[in-house]
């Protein structure tokens, strides 16, 4: 077998690269399995098990092992297994011009005690 005789894969990839439609799709299921890996990354950094992990969020084990296969999960799936972890999420839109748009940040403890206090005073506190 002669380096001529192999499959040239880059030239393949420079095209598909090419094709702002392909590219799209390309770089979405990069995303999707990003998102495959990091809960498992989440579940892998705290220890646990698939079994612990899926009982400290009130889930199956079998519920667990779909969600870090899924390429589609609810983001509201996500937030209940980092609170599972004793985790907080934070997202961030970036724009085409490199800006970051914080849309969801943590809260801190001081306000989620000053939020929770308020709460129980019957007058909200701004944030």
């Known amino acids: 077998m002669t380096d001529s005789d192999l499959y040239d894969v880059q030239a393949d990839i420079d095209a598909a690269l090419a094709d702002p439609v392909r590219r799209a799709r390309i770089e979405q299921y990069g995303r999707e399995t990003d998102l495959i890996l990091a809960i498992?990354?989440?579940r892998e950094a705290l220890g646990?098990?698939?079994e612990d992990f899926a009982s400290a969020a009130n889930m199956s084990q079998e519920n667990l092992s779909r969600i870090e296969?899924?390429?589609d999960v609810k983001y509201s799936t996500i937030e209940r297994?980092?609170?599972a972890g004793n985790a907080q999420?934070?997202?961030t839109a970036i724009l085409a011009?490199?800006?970051r748009v914080e849309l969801l940040?943590?809260?801190t403890a001081q306000v989620t005690r000053r939020l929770a206090?308020?709460?129980g005073q019957g007058h909200p506190t701004a944030t």
């Open 40 to 42: 498992a990354a989440l």
């Open 48 to 50: 646990l098990t698939q």
């Open 69 to 71: 296969r899924s390429a």
């Open 81 to 83: 297994l980092a609170r």
């Open 89 to 91: 999420l934070e997202l």
């Open 97 to 99: 011009n490199g800006e």
């Open 105 to 107: 940040r943590p809260r």
């Open 117 to 119: 206090r308020s709460a």
